[in-house]
């Protein structure tokens, strides 16, 4: 099993539609989660962090479920410019920083 | 402008020749990172450094070699060992978790 994996999609949808993404990670020791953005050959850029409370940035809502291993992304009101690959990224437990990048899940928002 | 830049954007190599992929950064972090990404998939940990003078091998280290003589740069080293080099190639640094991609080097070796 992949320590982070991912649909890849993609996932195409109109402007102004809701879209969500999950991600699940097999080890449970992990304790620090994200959600990058990378654009096409382009380097990934951190979108935001996911706490165990569940935060919003925008229209952007991660949420962690620790029980069950995963983490979601909620894109509201979706743009043309969010078209992009969305990676969910978790920190190897018990290895200092490092950190374990899914595969990606790539959006295509349509006119 | 704080951040971190790579250089060249693209190279290109013959089989069998050693390349230097440049990362440098201003951001005063301790940390930085080397990873791999192919087409299609995650990024891959080659290396990292978590201080000056020091530095471990990531997953896929085979074939590669680093240095961190100074905080603000990190040079990789592609061998001649390295089956299959070509790859989009991007460092980072970071402070705790959070990680920071320099622009990337896309590395074709024919």
């Known amino acids: 099993r992949k320590e982070v994996e991912q649909d890849p999609g993609p996932f195409n949808v109109p402007e102004g539609a809701t879209v969500a993404f999950n991600c699940t990670y097999s080890n449970s020791a992990s304790q620090s989660f994200f959600w990058y953005r990378q654009d096409c050959r382009k380097e990934p850029k951190l979108l935001m962090s996911?706490?165990?409370s569940g935060n919003e940035d925008g229209r952007f809502t991660a949420q962690l479920n620790r029980a069950s291993q995963y983490i979601s992304l909620l894109i509201r009101d979706s743009k043309l410019s969010d078209s992009a690959t969305y990676l969910c990224v978790v920190n190897k437990a018990n290895a200092g920083n490092m950190l374990t990048f899914g595969g990606g899940t790539r959006l295509m928002v349509k006119p | 402008d704080g951040g971190i830049t790579q250089s060249p954007k693209y190279l290109f190599r013959k089989e069998g020749q050693n390349v230097t992929l440049s990362c440098e950064q201003n951001?005063?972090?301790?940390?930085m990172y080397w990873y791999r990404q192919d087409p299609g998939q995650g990024l891959r940990l080659i290396y990292y450094?978590?201080?000056?003078?020091?530095?471990q091998k990531g997953d896929i280290a085979e074939g590669y070699s680093v240095s961190r003589e100074k905080k603000e740069s990190f040079p990789l080293t592609v061998t001649s060992a390295q089956k299959n080099p070509t790859a989009f190639y991007l460092c980072?640094?970071?402070?705790?978790?959070?990680?920071?991609f320099g622009p990337g080097t896309r590395l074709t070796v024919t």
């Open positions: 951001l005063n972090h301790d940390a």
């Open positions: 980072a640094s970071g402070y705790l978790y959070e990680q920071y």
């Open positions: 996911v706490y165990s």
């Open positions: 450094s978590q201080i000056v003078n020091d530095f």
